[in-house]
């Protein structure tokens, strides 16, 4: 089977927590309805092979990576130096002064 078309129940929510992305967002990513990614999230059906890769497919160009265990994470570059961090501390000591 194309590892395009596994995703669990599991590894959907975990990757729609790890973006803070809403059934409704995920639906429109992936033109999908909310109530057949709520029915696969609940255990009610589950969705077509083409579905499930639409899914897949919405996550991984929003920058999640499955490893071979199948977890979902958001890998951080180098460049990604925790600039926008710095920024906001930087700008609450400006505040202060």
Do not use: C, Y
Request: glycine share 6%.
């Amino acid at each position: 089977m194309d590892r395009r078309n596994l995703l669990s129940a599991d590894q959907l929510r975990a990757a729609r927590s790890l973006l803070n992305w809403s059934r409704v967002r995920l639906g429109a990513k992936a033109n999908l309805s909310e109530m057949t990614i709520s029915d696969f999230e609940n255990g009610v059906r589950k969705p077509r092979p083409r579905n499930i890769a639409a899914m897949r497919q919405a996550f991984e160009d929003a920058g999640i990576v499955f490893t071979v265990e199948g977890t979902p994470s958001l890998p951080h570059s180098e460049s990604d130096s925790g600039l926008a961090t710095d920024n906001r501390m930087w700008r609450r000591r400006q505040r202060k002064a």
